[in-house]
Every structure is written in structure tokens, then in C-alpha cells.
């Protein structure tokens, strides 16, 4: 009987450990993993504006492109405000 | 200031501005829009003037500016509802008509971050101060007096003919940011000591943060010695010039554009001293020069009757800092430019009749006396210290417990001019 209690006891600790064992393996697999995604930026994460750039950084277009100002909200008002 | 033309409101010099911290950021990532170069669908659900969210776009390098923001006074604008309000009598009937004329008219000088460090404010018209690079301290006159133009603006940097400017611009060049620094323009997170009016609070700037020699009595200058304990008059009282005024503004919106407008009736320049309308601990002066703000009784007719019918509850002569200080005025080139000068002095004669009433409390009902007259007066006894300054006639009228009764000459002195003569030991 003791001798059956102890090897099921090796058994349960053996299975015990292992488990301890791959489940830390785990988490410091998935540490890294989390701390390579946060240190890797993302390549689509910033929005391009070399459209933007292209127009307003180049005055003749603004020029041309330039919708006519309406008068300004207070345009027929008299004396000092 | 003149206007930029359309294009120039819009240029982006990202040579310079990809240099800088802002430039690091593309323009989507604030403004929003498309990268396209078709400009109506790229403008499509674009943001002109993101830091209007300063809590989205400003607030994660800016923590503590925008916590001040909503307490600031150049986004609460809380000044003109102190005003309004108090003259309207706080009646809530009349705030759906007071809302709408102040959306119309006052609401266009809220002031966002961005209209004071990246581009002229929207109220004179807009567009980028320097290709969109961010100004920690904003241009003087791109940003400050393009808004506080008309009255500071013209005074501090002498434009108004024959006048000066402030030798604090024209001998030492500073600017606005140099007094008024970012914390005091930003505000506090503190809604409770959120400023409801621009004089509310402690007088800050102070001039004697700067001239404390002068507040001490150890500059030599006799003026300072008499005046300047800083209980009688403010600084600007000798040390301003002519300042503007301005009567009879009113608002409307037009008939043929469906714009709002307003209409001054009168601007002009004075130098009245007045009686100090909001004498505090924290402003304690007597005397001070005072501005005719244009409100009248009918400022807002156009929006519904009788608008302010609580318009005595506050003076039309208020409580002035003219910004175009100097060391030399007429009023400080003698004593006899103020005592025994009623020209010089906010009288009755000077007030129209329909704002009598509305003044009252700034009207300078007895001139000061000639100097001699001060010189020769008796100082109070010693015993006098407690008592009250406004109780002399209490004794002095009928010799209660022997007190001296005054003379003849002095009938027409007010009650609470006693101690302006009669100096405390």
C-alpha cells in the first residue's frame, strides 16, 4: 500500500510540475510577445498627409484654388468695437 | 491689423514646422480629413480648428493648460455675463433674448488655444502666424491686440494721435506676455476660483511687483511719499494719459445681409480720476481714472424691451488700467493739476443725465482742496485709530465729548473725505 501511495504521489507531483513548468512558459511567451507588439510600431498607424503637404505648402495652388471670402459676420457695423 | 489674404491663412512652411514638436504629427492626426489630392473630399469632416477639443487634441502633452481652460476667462467670457446679468437683473424670462444677442455679438471673442499660439483669432479673420509653427508666446500684435486692440491695443503702442504709447513698450519693448504671464492668461483648474470678471480677485499684475521702491516711500519722489501708500490712487491715476471711451454701442442683425452688427455711437478720449466703483481689500484705492464703457439702455433693443432694466446696478463710468503709462503726465507735473482742479475729476456735469443714477457711486462729489489746506489740517488724535472713517460727523457736528465742531468751509465736504486731510498719526 505504501509503496502504491508513493509512486501515485511521484506521479501527481511529476504531473503537478509539469504543469507549473508550461504554464510559466506561457506567460513569459506571451510577455514578450506583449512587449514586442508595444515597442513595434504599427506601420498603418499614422495617417500619410502628402496630399495635404502637397497643396498647402505650395502657394500658386492655393491661390487657384481659393473659394472667394464671404464679409466678415460683423462686415457693416460702424465705429470702434 | 490688416487682413492675410485666403492663401495666406493657409500656407504651411513644413520646412520649419516639420523641425518642431507639433511637426511631428502628420496633418491628419489633428485635423482629420483625407490624404487626397481632390481638395473638397479631402476636406471632407475636416477639423479647422482642432484645439476647440482641447481635451482630445491638446490635453496629452498640455495636462495642465487645458484643466485651466474651461475656467479661463478667454473661454468663459464670464466677464460680459457679470455684466450683462447684473444690468439685466438676472430675470430668467430674458435669457433666451440676452443668449442670442450674445451669441451673435460677444461669443465671437471666445478664444481657443490654437488662436493664440498658432494662428490669428478668428474674430479679425484668422490664419497662420508662421507657416503653422506654434508660438509658445503669442505675438503680441497678431494675438493679443488684434483682440484687445481698440482701447489697450492703441494705448500701448500709441496709436492714438498725439498720444504717447506706454514707455513699458516704448522704452523697454515689452510685450503683453511680459505683465500678463501664461499662468494668469490660462486660468486656474480650480472652478472655484474661476474669475468672474477680469477685476475679480487680487490685482495681478500689480505695478509694485516691479516698483517697490515705490510702495516703500524710498524713491525720493515727494508724490510717492504723500500718494504712494497705495490706499488713495491706483498708479494709472498719476501715471496715465488720455485714454478712449466710447458711447451708445448697439447690436442688431442686418436686414439685407442676415448678419449681426453694431453701431457705436460716439468714440473719444478722456482723462477723468473717478471714485473707485469696486473698492476692495484687494483694490483699495479711492480714486482711479475711469473709462465710459458704450452700454446704454437701449444696447439691446433689437432683441426684446426692456433687456436692462437693472441698468443702475452698474456704473458706465467704470474702473480703468489706460495702457499707456508714464513717468511724466500732466496731472503728476504738480499738485495744483489735481487739487482745486474739477476738470480733472469725474463730476456730474460730466455724466449724462439718463446715467446720474448708474454712477453714483464713481461721481467725485467734493474736489480735493487746495494743498495748503492739507498741509494746515490737524491730525487726528491717536485714540482716533478705531474708529470708523466714515463716523466723523457723528461727533464733529454737535462737540459730542468736546470734539472741535468743523467750520463753515467745510460744509460742503463729504463724510468720508475727513481722513483724506486729517491724516491718522
Known amino acids: 500500500m505504501n509503496k502504491r501511495f508513493l509512486t501515485g504521489t511521484v506521479i501527481v507531483l511529476g504531473l503537478l510540475l509539469s504543469g507549473c513548468s508550461t504554464k510559466a512558459d506561457a506567460l513569459a511567451e506571451a510577455e514578450a510577445a506583449t512587449d514586442t507588439a508595444v515597442v513595434e510600431p504599427s506601420p498603418t498607424s499614422v495617417p500619410e498627409a502628402g496630399e495635404c503637404l502637397a497643396c498647402h505648402t505650395d502657394k500658386q495652388r492655393l491661390i487657384d484654388t481659393a473659394k472667394p471670402e464671404e464679409e466678415g459676420g460683423e462686415a457693416e457695423s460702424k465705429g470702434v468695437g | ?425
Open chain 2, 1 to 425: 491689423m490688416a487682413p492675410l489674404e485666403p492663401w495666406e491663412k493657409v500656407l504651411v512652411d513644413h520646412e520649419t514646422f516639420s523641425q518642431t514638436d507639433h511637426g511631428e504629427l502628420t496633418c491628419i492626426q489633428c485635423h482629420g480629413g483625407t490624404n487626397i489630392a481632390d481638395k473638397d473630399q479631402a476636406h471632407a469632416d475636416m477639423i479647422a480648428s482642432p484645439s476647440s477639443q482641447p481635451d482630445v487634441y491638446c490635453a496629452e502633452c498640455h495636462e495642465a493648460e487645458v484643466a485651466a481652460y474651461p475656467n479661463s476667462l478667454h473661454n468663459t467670457q464670464a466677464g460680459y455675463w457679470t455684466a450683462i446679468n447684473t444690468r439685466n437683473g438676472n430675470i430668467p424670462e430674458d435669457h433666451p433674448e440676452l443668449n442670442q444677442m450674445f451669441n451673435n455679438h460677444c461669443a465671437t471673442c471666445h478664444t481657443t488655444c490654437g488662436e493664440c499660439h498658432v494662428s490669428q483669432p478668428e474674430n479679425v479673420g484668422g490664419g497662420l502666424f508662421t507657416g503653422h509653427v506654434f508660438e509658445k508666446t503669442p505675438p503680441m500684435t497678431r494675438s493679443c491686440t488684434a483682440c484687445h486692440g481698440s482701447r489697450v491695443g492703441n494705448e500701448f503702442l500709441g496709436k492714438n494721435e498725439g498720444i504717447t504709447g506706454d514707455v513699458h513698450f516704448r522704452e523697454a519693448r515689452m510685450s503683453c506676455v511680459k505683465c500678463h504671464e501664461g499662468a494668469d492668461l490660462h486660468g486656474t483648474a480650480d472652478a472655484a476660483l474661476a474669475s468672474d470678471h477680469r477685476l475679480s480677485g487680487a490685482e495681478d499684475p500689480k505695478c509694485i511687483d516691479c516698483h517697490a521702491e515705490v510702495a516703500s516711500g524710498t524713491d525720493g519722489i515727494d508724490m510717492h511719499a504723500q500718494h504712494g501708500d497705495g490706499e488713495e490712487l491706483s498708479c494709472q491715476v498719476c501715471h496715465s494719459v488720455t485714454y478712449t471711451s466710447c458711447d451708445g454701442c448697439h447690436v442688431a442683425v442686418s436686414e439685407t445681409s442676415g448678419n449681426p452688427f453694431f453701431e457705436t455711437e460716439a468714440t473719444y478720449t478722456t482723462f477723468f480720476i473717478g471714485r473707485n466703483p469696486i473698492q476692495s481689500e484687494d483694490r483699495p484705492y479711492k480714486y482711479v481714472p475711469v473709462r465710459h464703457v458704450p452700454v446704454a439702455t437701449t444696447s439691446y433693443e433689437y432683441y426684446g424691451e426692456n433687456l436692462l432694466t437693472n441698468f443702475d446696478a452698474l456704473p458706465t463710468w467704470v474702473y480703468a488700467t489706460p495702457h499707456n503709462i508714464q513717468r511724466f503726465t500732466p496731472q503728476n507735473a504738480s499738485c495744483e493739476s489735481c487739487h482745486g482742479n474739477a476738470e480733472i475729476f469725474l463730476t456730474a456735469d460730466k455724466v449724462q443725465a439718463v446715467e446720474l443714477s448708474a454712477n453714483q457711486n464713481v461721481i467725485v462729489n467734493t474736489i480735493p482742496g487746495p494743498v495748503d489746506l492739507y498741509l494746515a489740517a490737524m491730525p487726528q488724535p491717536a485714540d482716533h485709530t478705531n474708529l470708523l472713517t466714515d463716523s466723523c460727523i457723528s461727533c464733529h457736528t454737535e462737540g459730542i465729548r468736546n470734539a472741535p465742531i468743523f467750520p463753515e468751509t467745510h460744509i460742503e465736504f463729504s463724510n468720508d473725505s475727513c481722513s483724506g486731510c486729517h491724516k491718522l498719526p
